[in-house]
C-alpha cells in the first residue's frame, strides 16, 4: 500500500480534480444556496438538518443519489411517527420514554447493520435520540411536537430540492459516466503512446490500472441499477470494459518499458486506431477501425501486438455482437445472510447505544444544553469496525476543528457587517463550496466535508438574525469532541471489533484470484484475451477491497491488535500487496507471450506450459490457504522449475517449428513469475517480509 511522502502530497492527491468532483460540488452548492434562501425567508427552522441533508444525498450520481433520497424520506417519515407514539404514552414518565427510546434506538443501530436498507433505520435513529433534546428543554408537549414536526419538514423539503437539482438541473447518469471515463482512460492510452514516441514522462494524473479498471467496474454497476437497457446488454458492455481496462494497462506498461523498439509511425497508427474506439464509445456505437488491424512481424508477442489483437477482436466481437439477453439477476435478501446468527451486530448495538446513554446523562446532569450534540456524535461515528470508527471520529474532530474556526473568523469580522440575505449567501457560499469538494473526495477524507458545514451551519444558521455569541462555538466544539471520547472508549474496551482477522482473509482471497487467473486458459481468440481481462478485473476489485480494510485496520490502536502485533500485521500484509502486483503484471506478460506462441508451439510444449501454469497455481493455493487457515505455517512458495518447458522449447527449434533463440522470450517470461511467486513473504513475526523481498529464493 503505497501512501503519500508528505502532507502535501496527501492533500495535493486528496483535493485533486477528477470527473465527476466539480458536478457534485456545483450541484451541491446550488441546492445548498436554494435550501438556504428558502429557509431564511420563509423561516424554516433547523437549518443545520437541511443543509445536511443535502450533503448526504448529493451523490457521484443520480441513481445514488434517488436511492439514498428516497431512503431517508422512508426513514425520518416513520421515525416520526415513532417518536409522536412514543411521547403520546410516556411524556410524563421519564423512566418509561428513556425505556422506549433506547428499545427504539437498539433496534435500529441493530437493524442497521443487517439489513441492506440500514440507512432507514439509521434515520430513525437519530431522529429519535434528537428528538430526547426536545423534551429536556422544554416540558411542553404541544411545543415539542410542533418541533418534531418542523423536522420533518425540514429534512424533506432539503431532499425534495436536491432530488430536483440532482434530476433536472444537473443530472449525471452512470451509463454518461461510464463513457466519459472510458474516454478519459483512451485518451490517456493516447497520450502515453505518444510520450514513449517522444520520450516523454507519463502524463500527469494517470491512474494507476487496477484503480481504472475498478472505477469502471463500479460505474458498470451503478448503470445496471439505472437502466434496463444496459442489463439486457451488460454482456456487451462488459466485453467493452475489459477491452478498454486491458488497452490502458498495455498502454500504462508499454510507456513504462525501458527498451522498445516500436517505431513512432506505428505508434501513431494505433493511436488513431484509438481515438475510433474513443468515438465509438462515446456515441455508443459498435467500434469499426479506420483501416484492418494486421500484425506486424517486428512485434509479435509485445505489447504492441496485444493491443493490436484487442483493437481487432473487439472490432470483430462490436461487428457480430451476441443478441443473447443476459440472464436475470438473483433476486437478494433483505437481511445479510447472518443477520440473527452472529453476535457482533448486537454486540454493536449495545455499544452504541450504552455511549448515548452515558452521553444523555452527562448531558441532562450538566444542565449544558449546549452540547447535545453529543447524543448525536455518540450514534454518528459508531461504525461496523474500530478501525472505522478510528477514522470517522478523527475526521469528526478535524472538520469541527476547521469548522469552528471559520466561525470564529466570521463572528469576529464579519457577521457584525451584515445586513441582509446577500450578505449571509456571501459568507456562506465559500465556505458550504469548501465543504462539498472534500465532501466529493474518497472516503479517507469524505465525511470531514461533511462536518466542516456541519459544525459551521449549527454555530451561525441556526437562527433568523445575525449571531455573535461565540458560546455557541465553544458548546459544539465541546460536544463534539465529549461525543468522539466516550464513543471511542466504549467501542475499543469492550468487544472491540477489530479486522486484522478479515483482512488476512482478504489476503488470502486475493492470492486464490491470482491463481485462478493463473490457470486460466490461454488462447489467441477475442473471446479468450477478453474473458481473461474480465478476471483481471476482479482481481483489481479484490485488491482495492484489501487496500481499503489495511486502510482501516492501520487506524485501530496498537493494544486492540489481539494476539498478533499490529506493526507486524501492517508489514506483512503490504508486502503481500506489493508482491501481488508484481505477480500480476508477470502474469500478464506471460499469458500474453503464450498466446503468441501458441500456434508454432508443439503439443509438448503446451503441454509443459499448462503444467508450469498448474503447478504456480497449486503453490499459490497452499499459500491462500494457510495464510486464511493456518498463518503460522505460511511460507513462501517454492520456485517452479522450467526444465521441462525449456527442453521442450529446445526441442522445438531443433525440429524446426521456430527460429532459433525465438523462444528465449517465453523462457524469460515463465522464469519471471516463478521468481515473482517464490517471493511471497513468510508470515511470521520473526521475518522481515522487506528483506525476504529483496532476496532472490533458491
Known amino acids: 500500500m503505497k501512501h503519500p511522502a508528505s502532507f502535501q502530497d496527501f492533500l495535493r492527491t486528496e483535493l485533486a480534480p477528477f470527473p465527476g468532483r466539480l458536478n457534485a460540488t456545483a ?16 423561516e424554516v427552522p433547523y437549518l443545520v438538518l437541511s443543509l445536511f441533508m443535502v450533503f448526504c444525498v448529493t451523490q457521484a450520481n443520480i441513481v445514488l443519489t434517488r436511492l439514498i433520497g428516497i431512503m431517508f424520506v422512508v426513514g425520518s417519515t416513520l421515525a416520526i411517527g415513532i417518536l409522536i407514539v412514543m411521547l403520546e404514552f410516556t411524556f ?80 449525471i447518469e452512470p451509463e454518461v459516466q461510464l463513457r466519459a471515463e472510458m474516454g478519459r482512460q483512451l485518451a490517456f492510452a493516447r497520450r502515453m503512446l505518444a510520450a514513449r514516441a517522444s520520450d516523454e514522462p507519463l502524463p500527469d494524473g494517470c491512474p494507476e490500472p487496477r484503480q481504472a479498471a475498478v472505477a469502471l467496474m463500479k460505474l458498470s454497476r451503478f448503470a445496471a441499477m439505472r437502466s434496463p437497457g444496459y442489463r439486457r446488454r451488460e454482456g456487451w458492455h462488459l466485453v467493452r470494459i475489459a477491452a478498454v481496462s486491458r488497452l490502458y494497462r498495455n498502454a500504462h506498461e508499454f510507456a513504462q518499458e525501458e527498451h522498445s523498439s516500436v517505431d513512432a509511425g ?37 505489447i504492441i501486438a496485444d493491443i493490436r489483437h484487442t483493437l481487432r477482436g473487439l472490432a470483430d466481437h462490436d461487428a457480430n455482437p451476441s443478441p443473447a439477453d443476459a440472464p436475470p439477476r438473483p433476486k437478494e ?36 444544553p449546549g452540547i447535545h450534540t453529543v447524543l448525536l456524535t455518540c450514534l454518528i461515528v459508531a461504525q461496523p469496525s474500530l478501525g472505522a470508527t478510528s477514522r470517522r471520529s478523527l475526521l469528526r474532530i478535524v472538520g469541527a476543528a476547521i469548522g469552528s474556526l471559520i466561525v470564529l473568523v466570521m463572528v469576529v469580522f464579519v457577521v457584525q457587517r451584515l445586513d441582509g440575505i446577500v450578505g449571509l449567501l456571501a459568507i456562506t457560499l465559500p465556505v458550504i463550496a469548501l465543504a462539498a469538494w472534500i465532501a466529493a473526495g474518497s472516503e479517507r477524507i469524505a465525511y470531514a466535508g461533511t462536518q466542516i458545514m456541519f459544525t ?23 460536544g463534539i469532541a465529549l461525543g468522539v471520547g ?30 485462478a487467473l493463473v490457470r486460466f486458459p490461454v488462447g489467441r481468440t477475442t473471446q479468450d484475451r477478453l474473458s481473461f481481462s474480465q478476471e483481471q478485473l476482479r482481481a483489481s476489485a479484490n485488491y482495492e477491497d484489501c487496500e481499503a480494510l489495511l486502510g482501516r485496520v492501520t487506524l485501530e490502536p496498537d493494544w486492540q491488535a489481539g494476539n498478533a502485533d499490529q506493526e507486524d500485521l501492517m508489514r506483512h500484509t503490504q508486502s503481500v500487496l506489493s508482491q501481488s502486483l508484481e505477480i500480476l503484471r508477470a502474469l500478464n ?50 520456485r517452479i522449475a522450467l526444465d521441462r518447458l525449456a527442453q521442450e522449447c529446445r526441442h522445438d527449434e531443433t525440429s524446426g517449428r521456430s527460429a532459433p533463440g525465438s523462444l528465449a522470450l517465453l523462457l524469460a517470461k515463465a522464469d519471471d513469475l516463478a521468481h515473482e511467486v517464490a517471493r511471497l513473504p513468510r508470515w511470521t513475526a520473526d521475518d522481515n517480509p522487506e528483506a525476504q523481498l529483496n532476496a532472490s529464493p533458491a
Not at 27 to 42: K, Q
Not at 124 to 152: C, H, K, M, N, S
Request: proline share 5%; with cysteine.
Open 456 to 478: 459551521f451551519s449549527m454555530s451561525l444558521l441556526t437562527q433568523f438574525v445575525p449571531t455573535t455569541d461565540l458560546t455557541e462555538i465553544r458548546d459544539r466544539i465541546v
Open 589 to 638: 506478460a506471460f499469458k500474453a507471450e503464450c498466446a503468441a506462441r501458441i500456434e508454432q508451439s508443439s503439443p509438448g510444449a503446451r503441454d509443459a506450459a499448462m503444467a508450469l501454469e498448474t503447478g504456480i497455481a497449486d503453490e499459490l493455493d497452499r499459500y491462500s490457504d494457510c495464510l486464511g487457515e493456518r498463518p503460522a505455517d505460511t511460507a513462501p512458495p517454492p
Open 333 to 368: 435478501g433483505l437481511f445479510l445472510p447472518d443477520a440473527f446468527s452472529n453476535p457482533v451486530y448486537m454486540q454493536f448495538a449495545l455499544k452504541t447505544l450504552l455511549a448515548v446513554l452515558i452521553a444523555y446523562v452527562f448531558y441532562t446532569g450538566a444542565a449544558w
Open 27 to 42: 450541484r451541491c452548492i446550488v441546492a445548498s444556496a436554494i435550501v438556504i434562501l428558502v429557509s431564511m425567508t420563509l
Open 266 to 302: 506505428t505508434l501513431a497508427d494505433l493511436g488513431r486506431d484509438l481515438e475510433c474506439l474513443q468515438a465509438a464509445v462515446a456515441g455508443g456505437t459498435a467500434f469499426a477501425p479506420r483501416q484492418e488491424i494486421a500484425d506486424s512481424a517486428d512485434d509479435k508477442g509485445s
Open 92 to 171: 410524563d414518565e421519564p423512566f418509561l420514554r428513556i425505556l422506549a427510546a433506547s428499545l427504539l434506538v437498539l433496534g435500529s443501530v441493530y437493524l442497521s447493520r443487517v439489513t441492506k436498507i440500514g440507512i432507514v433505520f439509521f434515520a430513525v435513529a437519530i431522529t429519535v435520540i434528537y428528538g430526547q433534546t426536545f423534551v429536556d428543554l422544554r416540558a411542553d408537549p404541544e411545543w415539542v411536537v410542533r418541533q418534531i414536526l418542523w423536522v420533518w419538514v425540514a429534512v424533506n423539503y432539503s431532499i425534495a430540492v436536491t432530488l430536483a437539482i440532482n434530476s433536472l438541473l444537473l443530472p
Open 486 to 515: 466516550l464513543s471511542l472508549l466504549v467501542h475499543t474496551g469492550i468487544a472491540p471489533e477489530t479486522e486484522g482477522e478479515a483482512l488476512r482473509k482478504r489476503l488470502a482471497e486475493l492470492v486464490r484470484t491470482l491463481a
